[in-house]
């Protein structure tokens, strides 16, 4: 299969998901710039990391209006599968491919550390190679990943099953003191209503090799090229 | 026409013999801007006009180097016609005037080193000093500069791996900001700050220039006092966006080979880029400040070329070829102008809407400078500190006691709230995280990784400076060793008070010699560095302070280690020798509130022969962890090696060193140079010793790891006995609690 994986001006991660996708998982993949208009092919597309257009105004609020950007809602409409990561997933929520928003972490400072995460849903494309309640220990890297949305937003969320992960200790309980930024309903990440868009904060594509400090991330790319697979079955 | 008189030459931080010389230089009086380029490129930042006597004596050749010093950055051989690009460089005047800013400029300046070399930043390291933490002050200052260090290098993403931070009250008016960045490149690849073939078009691109830090060259070059604050306008503004975008689109635009020449603008800006890179090249340089980008209206040439407005660089582009170079450029939406040309001749001419305004030989800005050979006096009071008579200390306080003050020292503590606040994982490379003696990147693409590691210790240089640069030499070394790198290359940044006075000056000569005598027998060439001088306020210089930047070479990047024990059950080895030396030692800083003594013997042949052997014993896979020994000494140690392992714990028998009622703590918190925790297991043990006695090196079982409590005897009595929940709690979460949740 072939990851997409979009540049825009200030992501940093890009190549780190290119990396993650092509070495090391060993599938097709393409960075896409973000005056581009096509996604050469993807079979899935990722937003990376990183600050698009510097993250002055909000995080995420310029690169919504890139170019590549309507090429990537046609694709998600269609049901490809898109995973946005950390910046990419405030992109997807500025965007309004995802509902809520993110606002500073509740203990201010930028937080850099391997977290784990519980693993809520394994019907997404991005969580299907999972099992129930997997806990994964991903590096999050991020200043504005407290999630945030109205309580109406949010009993939906839940009542859709639409949280994909959380921030949880190592054995897998979802506890205040595991909460690292504040979130709601201590959320990393979620999908929308057709549940082939999925966000998360911490970096699974940091976390594809033992030798640097776990690679538990490789779930989740595995899981869209399971997922394609069973689709095309 | 403006009179330069002794007030204007004053201000411009130029001596009056300063101005005899650039009236023979130019052979005429200069006007206002040519005095202005003179101060910027005579001020000590520039033109290293103090210490350059002193840093040519450092040894810079080695059958690795690629690049020795003189460049943007040095560059070292790591084979498959790669090069590790590295340098570092100090903010320190900056960082205290405005901490985020500073710190955060500083991470800018040292990237733009690396990127326009060609290379690809991969690592950042920082060595920073502050006051104690009790003022508020210095919190104010540890805080904005940490938010600075991780502000600029998160966003750009360039991870911060590793480091070391110190604080002591001598830093309280004047904290250290000393950022290393680290970057590959292929060999070929390299692209110097030369500008060369006359016609050639010179443009700019990147940020517009603005008013802001005109004169930071000169106010990093002059002592601080009460009305500092003023001096804020002298400090720039980062913006890491920019520089991402500049930094992607300078390493694309560079592998079209239309680029010559290329340069960061950094300190003194567009009056530094044009005439080094005319003066490397041999070449002249003309340019017209109208088509300089401008943030705004109504900038004189003289603000123009001073400003050190950040993210700005300068290149020289073959004829001809300027459309590859535009096309790459608007791609990442910057816009390349051309400000003007190369010229025959050597002289850097600055036109003003076709009007020559200056017209200055290049080389009398730069290699023509001055040069001082300034007098050395070595301080009345050197030998009254070296003098240490443990009695008149009054008792010593009980080994335990000691050992959980020490854990929560600011220095010694776990270092997790500042880098906890810096991406370590961006760019998949971080094997060994921060927190760890050394910092090890891979390096994709080969089977290599890199450790590096940056060092000092202000406390040994300011009671002895030539053997406390070779103790920080050593240091650094032995913690790259200690990851299984092979030291192949080193930077160095010295930060040192006010140069006109004799003292100081013999700081830093002896400094710069222990440098060198340390970098000789251990095989570490100097590839590069920064020099800052005037760290003083209101009269009161900084400890002495040389950091070192080593980088090491690790052939396989799998086989590395960290502290950390691995197994319960393994032997505990001390590798090197216990002489139980106090002098200088954190130990007597803490529990007794002094800084005296002699600074601990350094043996070169035996650091060199220790750090041999522990690439090798990493490499053949026998030892499961190594840990070098320094602040803290062996107990302080031992208990890191417990940390970060799972709670793997040890009980050690330390033999006893020292005299008397002082032989537990000597034993337990000395800080002899020249040692290293290793823990082995299994059959490995006769191997282990077998190889250090071939070496020449001093090794002696001391203990076994296991159980989950730090039990530390010396001489057969119970000194130390701590649950390793409790001093990994205390030792993690000390500098948190002291900076509160604010």
């Known amino acids: 299969m072939k990851f997409s994986v979009l540049v825009f001006p200030g992501s940093n991660s890009d190549y780190d998901a290119f990396y993650a996708a092509s070495a090391v998982i060993g599938e097709d993949a393409a960075l896409v710039w973000h005056k581009d208009t096509d996604l050469q092919g993807a079979d899935a597309v990722i937003l990376p990391g990183g600050f698009a257009h510097g993250d002055y105004l909000r995080t995420g609020a310029i690169a919504r209006f890139s170019p590549i950007m309507a090429a990537v809602k046609a694709f998600a409409d269609r049901g490809g599968p898109v995973l946005g990561i950390c910046n990419g997933f405030q992109v997807l929520l500025e965007a309004g491919m995802l509902p809520g928003a993110m606002v500073r972490n509740d203990r201010i400072k930028f937080v850099s550390r391997l977290v784990p995460v519980r693993v809520e849903q394994t019907d997404t494309p991005f969580t299907a190679a999972c099992a129930s309640r997997q806990v994964l220990h991903m590096p999050v890297a991020h200043g504005e990943g407290n999630y945030y949305a109205d309580p109406e937003t949010l009993a939906a969320l839940e009542a859709n099953r639409q949280v994909v992960f959380r921030y949880s200790d190592a054995a897998g309980e979802v506890t205040p003191a595991s909460n690292i930024n504040g979130s709601l309903n201590n959320i990393a990440g979620i999908c929308n209503r057709q549940r082939n868009v999925v966000g998360l904060m911490p970096h699974p594509e940091r976390a594809t090799e033992a030798q640097l400090g776990s690679a538990d991330g490789r779930v989740i790319l595995a899981s869209a090229v399971k997922a394609l697979a069973s689709l095309s079955r | ?742």
């Open chain 2, 1 to 742: 026409m403006a009179v330069i008189d002794a007030a204007v030459l004053e201000r411009h931080g130029i001596k009056p013999d300063e101005y005899e010389r650039i009236l023979e230089l130019m052979g005429r009086e200069p006007n206002l801007l040519e005095l202005g380029l003179f101060s910027v490129m005579w001020s000590e930042h520039c033109s290293y006009k103090s210490s350059r006597v002193h840093l040519r004596t450092l040894p810079t050749t080695g059958s690795r180097v690629v690049q020795g010093p003189g460049e943007n950055a040095g560059a070292v051989d790591i084979g498959g016609g790669l090069c590790a690009v590295f340098k570092i460089e100090s903010h320190n005047h900056p960082s205290f005037i405005e901490p985020y800013q500073g710190a955060a400029t500083g991470v800018g300046g040292i990237i733009r080193d690396i990127f326009t070399m060609g290379a690809r930043p991969i690592a950042l390291l920082n060595a920073l000093r502050f006051g104690s933490l009790a003022t508020p002050l210095a919190r104010r200052i540890f805080e904005g500069v940490v938010a600075g260090v991780g502000g600029y290098g998160n966003s750009i993403g360039i991870p911060t791996v590793g480091g070391e931070i110190v604080f002591d009250e001598m830093y309280s008016g004047n904290p250290l900001v000393n950022v290393l960045c680290l970057g590959i490149s292929r060999i070929d690849g390299i692209v110097k700050g030369a500008a060369k073939g006359a016609g050639n078009p010179v443009f700019y691109v990147g940020a517009k220039t603005g008013r802001d830090g005109i004169h930071g060259a000169t106010m990093a070059s002059a002592e601080f006092d009460e009305k500092s604050a003023e001096k804020r306008p002298a400090v720039q503004v980062g913006d890491p966006f920019m520089e991402k975008l500049l930094m992607e689109a300078c390493i694309e635009v560079m592998k079209t080979g239309a680029v010559l020449g290329i340069q960061d603008m950094g300190a003194a800006g567009l009056s530094c880029a044009t005439s080094e890179m005319g003066s490397r090249g041999g070449v002249g340089m003309a340019i017209d400040v109208m088509h300089v980008p401008q943030r705004e209206t109504g900038m004189t040439p003289y603000e123009i070329m001073l400003s050190e407005s950040q993210e700005r660089m300068l290149l020289v582009v073959e004829k001809g070829r300027e459309h590859e170079v535009i096309e790459v450029f608007e791609k990442w939406d910057l816009h390349a102008v051309q400000v003007g040309e190369v010229i025959d001749g050597t002289r850097l001419k600055i036109h003003e809407r076709g009007v020559l305004v200056a017209d200055v030989p290049n080389r009398a800005l730069t290699d023509e400078a001055p040069v001082y050979r300034r007098p050395m006096k070595e301080p009345s009071w050197q030998k009254d500190v070296q003098h240490l008579v443990p009695g008149d200390l009054g008792a010593p306080p009980a080994a335990q006691a000691a050992f959980e003050r020490l854990l929560t020292v600011p220095t010694i503590a776990s270092k997790r709230w500042a880098y906890g606040q810096y991406d370590h994982s961006v760019g998949t490379n971080t094997i060994a995280q921060p927190g760890m003696s050394a910092a090890v990147v891979r390096v994709k693409g080969t089977t290599t990784g890199l450790a590096v590691s940056v060092d000092g210790n202000g406390r040994f240089c300011y009671l002895d400076p030539h053997r406390g640069a070779m103790l920080a030499v050593a240091e650094a070394g032995r913690n790259v060793a200690c990851a299984g790198g092979e030291p192949i290359g080193g930077t160095n940044n010295l930060n040192f008070g006010n140069p006109e006075r004799p003292e100081i000056m013999w700081q830093l000569g002896e400094a710069v010699r222990g440098i060198g005598d340390a970098c000789r027998a251990l095989g570490i060439p100097i590839t590069g560095g920064n020099v800052s001088l005037y760290n003083e306020t209101e009269g009161r210089a900084i400890f002495p302070t040389p950091v070192l930047g080593v980088v090491g070479l690790l052939e396989d990047a799998s086989k590395t280690t960290t502290r950390a024990f691995k197994r319960a059950g393994a032997t505990v080895v001390l590798l090197g020798d216990n002489l139980g030396e106090l002098g200088g030692s954190e130990y007597l800083a803490t529990m007794h509130g002094k800084v005296a003594g002699q600074p601990p013997a350094l043996d070169l042949s035996r650091e060199a022969a220790l750090q041999k052997l522990i690439v090798s014993l990493i490499r053949g896979g026998l030892v499961d962890s190594a840990h070098d020994c320094s602040e803290g000494g062996l107990a302080i140690t031992l208990a890191e090696c417990t940390f970060n392992s799972g709670g793997i714990g040890v009980t050690a028998d330390l033999g006893a060193v020292g005299e008397g009622a002082w032989q537990p703590n000597a034993t337990l918190f000395g800080e002899s140079a020249s040692r290293i925790v290793v823990s082995v297991s299994g059959d490995r043990l006769e191997a282990v010793m077998a190889a250090a006695k071939a070496a020449g090196v001093t090794a002696a079982v001391i203990g076994k790891t296991g159980g989950d409590r730090i039990q530390l005897r010396v001489g057969g009595t119970t000194a130390v006995d701590a649950a390793i929940v409790d001093a990994e709690q205390a030792w993690s979460t000390a500098i948190a609690t002291q900076m509160g949740r604010r």
